[in-house]
């Protein structure tokens, strides 16, 4: 999911109710806000990472099958899909 699309229709949902409430201009500032705010907490978190490389291994070290095993699978997975 992109930075763009996370959250997206929660924003959309508060910037119509506050739309009710609110003139264009404060709803448009008020609705750019909302979006940087979430923007900027999902930069915090990738800019937190410091060696990706090593974050993709932490996240996959569960996994037991070799790299070569898990593409004999993900093959079969989309011949499987393929055949539907």
Avoid: C
């Amino acid at each position: 999911m992109l930075p763009e699309q996370a959250g997206q229709g929660i924003i959309e949902n508060k910037v119509i109710n506050l739309h009710l409430n609110l003139s264009a201009p404060k709803l448009l500032t008020t609705a750019i806000s909302m979006w940087l705010s979430q923007v900027s907490e999902f930069l915090d978190i990738v800019e937190s990472i410091e060696d990706p490389v090593e974050a993709i291994y932490g996240m996959l070290s569960h996994i037991k099958k070799t790299g070569v095993e898990l593409q004999h699978e993900a093959r079969e997975i989309m011949a499987r899909k393929t055949l539907r």
